[in-house]
């Protein structure tokens, strides 16, 4: 069995314990260091994705206030409808929420956002 450090890959001696899956503690901690590296850079980007949708809810809130505007205004921005933080119920309404922002999309391809 090899060394499952991604940067090694030596031989395990057969007369280690069969669970083993590093040759060493160096090799097992250089890999959870990788991993760590690999798990910040995808929350990073996930991160980045919801500041990038609540700036634009910010935005359209700062222009329009709480009106009911077109959709459109919004996907010139390349609003990325599928980010969510959370979901509350204001007046019977069930709003979208990015951050500090809420929204709600009608059927007539209309939105109103509102500031929470």
């Given at each position: 069995m090899n060394c499952n450090y991604r940067?090694?890959?030596e031989v395990i001696?057969?007369?280690?314990?069969g669970n083993r899956r590093y040759c060493n503690d160096e090799c097992y901690m250089a890999e959870k260091l990788e991993?760590?590296?690999?798990n910040y850079a995808v929350n990073k980007k996930s991160?980045?994705?919801?500041?990038?949708?609540?700036k634009i809810l910010s935005v359209g809130h700062k222009k329009y206030?709480?009106?009911i505007i077109d959709c459109n205004i919004l996907r010139v921005e390349k609003m990325n409808?599928?980010?969510?933080?959370?979901?509350?119920?204001?007046?019977?309404?069930t709003y979208?929420?990015?951050?500090?922002?809420?929204?709600?999309?009608y059927s007539n391809n209309t939105?109103?956002?509102i500031k929470l």
């Open positions: 940067y090694c890959g001696p057969p007369d280690e314990n991993r760590s590296k690999d991160l980045n994705e919801i500041k990038h949708v609540e206030g709480s009106e409808w599928s980010i969510i933080t959370g979901t509350t119920k204001i007046d019977g309404e979208r929420i990015v951050g500090r922002y809420g929204y709600i999309v939105i109103k956002i």
